[in-house]
Structure formats: structure tokens, C-alpha cells
């Protein structure tokens, strides 16, 4: 089992940033693949940016070249730093991590509340 918990959301005006952090209950370095998702209400949540064991990044179209994901494997955590922050960011955002094999396991955090005003 792995436990993860956000932090860093809030309130920003657009054109600000925010770090998220994900925090791991055990070693990310068996976690295949960490990343965070998206989701208003009533839409379906969406890919914001994964990162890989090996450091291999892959982006929404939406956020490439404003967002950037990292992971800290000494401190278990899991990074996004959002830049140039717009009104249709605003979203909760959830981190995930996938452990890969015969059967894949995904775990998610709880969410975090991002808010972007114009």
C-alpha cells in the first residue's frame, strides 16, 4: 500500500505560480510512474504531467512549457511547479502513483483545491 498526500494548492491570481508536493508513505523509487491529474466537476479528470523512475517526463498539451513535474526520491515527494498560472487551471488536483507489473496498481492521493482568479 502506498499513502500519498498533497499540498502547496490555494488561492493565486493569473499569471502567479504554485509548487505542489506529493508526499509518499514509503520509497518512490518503486513507483513505476508518479503524476498528477486534474478534475473539475463534472468532467472527467485528466493527465496534467507523469514523470518515470528513469526521469522520463510526459505533459498535457495545456500546461507544456508552464508546468513542471520532478521527483525527489530522498524525500519521497513528488513535485509540480506551475507557472504563468491561467483561470482554466483551476481544478483539484490529485496525484497518482503506478506501480507496473502483471497487474498494474494505481494509488491516488486525496486532492488538492487549485485555484486560479482572473
Known amino acids: 500500500q502506498v499513502q500519498l498526500v498533497e499540498s502547496g494548492g490555494g488561492l493565486v491570481q493569473a499569471g502567479g505560480s504554485l509548487r505542489l508536493s506529493c508526499a509518499a508513505s514509503?520509497?518512490?523509487?518503486?513507483?513505476?510512474?508518479m503524476g498528477w491529474y486534474r478534475q473539475n466537476p463534472g468532467k472527467q479528470r485528466e493527465l496534467v504531467a507523469t514523470?518515470?523512475?528513469?526521469?522520463?517526463?510526459n505533459y498535457a498539451d495545456s500546461v507544456k512549457g508552464r508546468f513542471t513535474i520532478s521527483r525527489d526520491n530522498a524525500k519521497n515527494t513528488v513535485y509540480l511547479q506551475m507557472n504563468s498560472l491561467k483561470p482554466e487551471d483551476t481544478a483539484v488536483y490529485y496525484c497518482?502513483?503506478?506501480?507496473?507489473?502483471?497487474?498494474?496498481?494505481?494509488?491516488w492521493g486525496q486532492g488538492i483545491q487549485v485555484t486560479v482568479s482572473s
Open positions: 514523470i518515470t523512475t528513469g526521469g522520463t517526463t
Open positions: 514509503r520509497s518512490i523509487v518503486s513507483i513505476n510512474t
Open positions: 497518482k502513483g503506478r506501480i507496473t507489473g502483471l497487474y498494474n496498481r494505481d494509488y
